[in-house]
T-cell receptor
Framework: AQSVTQLGSHVSVSEGALVLLRCNYS??????LFWYVQYPNQGLQLLLK??????LVKGINGFEAEFKKSETSFHLTKPSAHMSDAAEYFC??????????????FGQGTILTVHP | NAGVTQTPKFQVLKTGQSMTLQCAQD?????MSWYRQDPGMGLRLIHY???????DQGEVPNGYNVSRSTTEDFPLRLLSAAPSQTSVYFC??????????????FGPGTRLTVL
């Protein structure tokens, strides 16, 4: 069974600082990986996704993530945090080629706080 | 194009009451799903549907029923509410042929409290 672990339930950064949100996955086959963002009192929005090909994936709002198979990781980064980045971020996976099409497995979520 | 809509936004129930959470999408998506979100646990899949007339259980289906009579609608029924079902419920949809990259579109959520 696949699982997703996000290290750190809360991350706090200063405006302009680097954002690093950690995600590790456990899967018997290479998964498809996603980062979603949830702003307060809203649904989830897709930030970026990795399926195949280039391991460095760029998403919306200046975020990017790198798939590292050797480390089973898919960490989310942004060079310079903005106040508007404050939200909860979820890493999710879906096993490619399995019978679990469409059935995302989510991590526990990381709440990002940005200080002025 | 309204996307995925959910009603109600908030609901308070007493233990043992029943209710239906409504979900609709206007994107002609074949795949629809229901998740519940609890603090520190991320989102967990309750039920999903790959098309009208086809539904299946997810990770936490107990206490919930679903049906899919049309492509657009996917209601979630709580037959006898329990305090453990206090949660935020999200409906999501996806265009089935693209399930491999599975970009799911989420509704705004229903915040349910069971007393």
């Amino acid at each position: 069974a696949q699982s997703v672990t996000q290290l750190g339930s809360h991350v706090s950064v200063s405006e302009g600082a680097l954002v690093l949100l950690r995600c590790n996955y456990s899967s018997s086959v290479p998964p498809y990986l996603f980062w979603y963002v949830q702003y307060p009192n809203q649904g989830l929005q897709l930030l970026l996704k990795y399926t195949t090909g280039a391991t460095l994936v760029k998403g919306i709002n200046g975020f990017e993530a790198e798939f590292k198979k050797s480390e089973t990781s898919f960490h989310l980064t942004k060079p310079s945090a903005h106040m508007s980045d404050a939200a909860e971020y979820f890493c999710a996976s879906n096993n490619a080629g399995g019978t679990s099409y469409g059935k995302l497995t989510f991590g526990q979520g990381t709440i990002l706080t940005v200080h002025p | 194009n309204a996307g995925v809509t959910q009603t109600p936004k908030f609901q308070v129930l007493k233990t043992g009451q029943s209710m239906t959470l409504q979900c609709a999408q206007d994107m002609n998506h074949e795949y629809m799903s229901w998740y519940r979100q609890d603090p520190g646990m991320g989102l967990r899949l309750i039920h999903y549907s790959v098309g009208a007339g086809i539904t299946d259980q997810g990770e936490v289906p107990n206490g919930y029923n679903v049906s899919r009579s049309t492509t657009e609608d996917f209601p979630l029924r709580l037959l006898s509410a329990a305090p453990s079902q206090t949660s935020v419920y999200f409906c999501a949809s996806s265009y089935a042929p693209r399930l491999l990259d599975n970009e799911q579109f989420f509704g705004p959520g229903t915040r349910l409290t069971v007393l």
